[in-house]
């Protein structure tokens, strides 16, 4: 089993404790998600001392208009456990958000992903016209793949991103009572595109408590149950897609 987006820096988890709680839920991988270099940084760290666990590059659409340092990109992308550029992308759910400076800092480090040779992890929030503009306009630019991070915008909009080469990974929201559209996604999503995720310490499918990819069993029933198939073949299929997406991973 495998968590493909997930976050550990500055979120307060206990380790060894937490890394041992994973193990033992079965989930042998783990790709940790940069919002900021800093936090990149952090997650390679973090990587270098802990099988299983890799990480990605990237800086998040909430930090656009910031400084941002290609050479440190640069250095981190280059590490041996870096599997994607990530997580970016294009973020319109507040108010006063400068959308220009999200499409200029998102198209900077899908150039980059591009020239790195890495697939892309994308957050899209309240923006999919935009999001899909881009992925049509670049799509040269995602020959090495691209993944749509816990992917909310419905079973009427998924063929668009299939056609453009699309990942789909779904997370703790399935397990709601009322995510019908989450639940009508998966069953649209084809097995040989769908990946599983936890995005921690965020969106527990346990209301009120804080996520772990310990979680990543729950998700994979609940993805099973919807699709009517065995737990086990979605953790077949989830693994197998994972390893083509993302080439670096050892799993």
């Not at 041996?80 to 999200?102: F, P, W």
């Not at 019908?180 to 969106?203: F, H, I, M, N, Q």
Request: aromatic share 10%; charged share 25%; proline share 4%.
């Amino acid at each position: 089993m495998i968590d493909v987006h997930a976050h550990f820096a500055e979120e307060g988890y206990e380790f060894p404790a937490e890394w041992e709680k994973i193990k033992a839920a079965g989930v042998n991988a783990v790709i940790l998600a940069a919002d900021t270099l800093e936090h990149a940084n952090r997650h390679a760290e973090f990587a270098k001392t802990h099988n299983g666990c890799y990480f990605t590059v990237g800086v998040h659409p909430e930090f656009a208009g910031k400084p941002f340092s290609e050479e440190t990109f640069r250095a981190l992308a280059a590490e041996q456990k870096c599997v994607a550029v990530g997580e970016i992308g294009l973020d319109y759910h507040y108010d006063g958000i400068d959308k220009a400076k999200q499409r200029e800092l998102f198209l900077r480090q899908i150039l980059l992903a591009d020239e790195l040779c890495l697939p892309v992890q994308i957050h899209s929030r309240d923006a999919c016209a935009d999001t899909l503009a881009i992925l049509r306009e670049y799509r040269s630019a995602f020959s090495r793949g691209f993944l749509m991070h816990c992917y909310s915008y419905g079973a009427e909009n998924l063929s668009a991103f299939l056609e453009l080469g699309a990942y789909c990974s779904f997370g703790g929201v399935v397990c709601f009572k009322n995510a019908k559209r989450v639940a009508e996604s998966v069953g649209a999503c084809p097995l040989e595109r769908l990946l599983t995720e936890t995005d921690s310490p965020y969106l527990s499918p346990f209301r009120g408590e804080k996520n772990t990819p310990a979680n990543i069993p729950v998700i994979a029933e609940k993805v099973a149950s919807i699709k009517g198939i065995s737990p086990e073949e979605v953790c077949r299929a989830v693994d197998a897609n994972a390893a083509r997406l993302f080439p670096k991973l050892k799993i």
